[in-house]
């Protein structure tokens, strides 16, 4: 036989396709949460997520005489950051390498701008699903105090030629057409690409077009405040909250917020003229960022937050072993998108946070589910404007509406802050817990809108 020639194989069947298994949703913590150039102004990605991972591994230990830390106790670790400086490429890898966990465990990095920390949920509870791994710690860190502060681009492309120039003459000649204005560098804008608006002055947009009132945003701040205080008093939050650098709770918490004390603050959104997202130069124009009436505070918009937040999935199989108990199982997911770059002079429908207005109505069709099927519905407060603009996209779609009693139960995102990549392990592991509360079977829904005109949404089940 020649050496090139290979015996020929006995023909095998193909292996038979796995069975999906349910994915349990085990405990999560994370830090608490920071308002930028605070307590955490100096605290980076890495730093956060290694305390969040961390604070998992020792709840863990007082649970189960298997720890984390242990040699394959944890499959991977998936996890993302919006803001990222370079040093950060390989974020969750490093942090696996600076933390409790066994260096020999595998990690990767994902990013979906604010689904960022569902998205990591979903990823990994995809694998878990498919028997490729029993286990995974997944969720994201973002400060917004430690943004990345870029190089001036024309200095940037100066610094190159010089490094491809082949003469001290050439170095000299390209370094003599710096300037002054090239030393000062390029800051983080929270605005979009496509429309150089903010996502607040897209969110002004919305408001307008669904009518949403002033006081409703007001009323809907005003109770996530209420909520968070709540729970936080009843000791909710006591096995999920890691203290760090000095905080205990979530710092942007004010107990004693009221629709009275909101109505006092000033509208901080849709008071500029700006170009129009679908119509470039009309500042005039009706359906643009600017109105008559702007209804959008500080009060009733997120703050810019640094924190982490982290959730442990695994297999039933896996948490039976170390004698875990399951808080809930994730059950279904889905994304969307939106052309907001046009969909905000249409009617708002697709407006920059509207993409879980089109998933979740998709999400239902395929589970089987209505709203009135959920126990806990968990939404994203960006802004109040944009939550209650969601709900009411999901009325006209024919899903009925959200008892206010069912709705963030316990505080979302006005109320604790919204680090970008760290508000979906956040819900993930405040719904999961809601619902291992009742002792009985249930569901929760779970919607998050990103910039880029997306939405990722879940569905966690208790059995």
Known sequence: MSPLELPRQPRRDPLPAPRPRRVAVVGGTRVPFARSDGPYATASNQEMLTAAVDGLVEHVGRFSRFGLEEPGAVGELVAGAVLKHSRDFNLARETVLGSRLDA????YDIQQACGTGLQAVIAAAN?????????????????????PLGV?????????????????????????????????????????????????????????????????????????????AAAYERGFFADQVVPFRGLARDQNLRPGSTVGKLASLKPVFGLKHAENPGNRGNSGNPDGPDGPAPTMTAGNSTPLTDGAALVLLASEEWASVRGL??????????????????????????????????????????AGLGLDDFDFVEVHEAFASQVLATLAAWEKRGLGTVDRARLN??????????PFAATGARIVATLAKLLAERDAPGRGLISVCAAGGQGVTAILERP
Do not use: C
């Open 409 to 418: 139960v316990a505080g979302s995102s006005l109320a604790t802050g919204h």
């Open 325 to 366: 108990t399951p808080l809930a199982y994730l059950t279904a997911y889905e994304t969307a998108a939106v052309d907001f770059v046009r969909g905000d002079v249409a009617g708002g429908e697709d407006g920059l946070l509207m993409a879980p207005a089109y998933a979740v109505p998709r999400m239902l069709e395929r």
């Open 104 to 107: 020999r465990t595998p990690a």
């Open 127 to 147: 694998k878990i699903t498919l028997g490729q791994t029993e286990s995974a710690i997944a969720g994201g860190a973002d400060t917004a105090s430690d943004a």
């Open 152 to 228: 001036n681009d024309q200095l940037r492309r100066i610094l190159l030629e010089v490094r491809r120039t082949k003469s001290a003459g050439a170095r000299l000649k390209a370094l003599a057409r710096i300037r002054p204005g090239h030393l000062v560098p390029d800051i983080p804008r929270n605005a979009e690409p496509r429309t150089g608006l903010s996502m607040g002055e897209h969110a002004a947009v919305t408001a307008r077009v669904w009518g949403v009132t002033r006081e409703a945003q007001d009323e809907l701040a005003a109770a996530s405040h209420q909520r968070l």
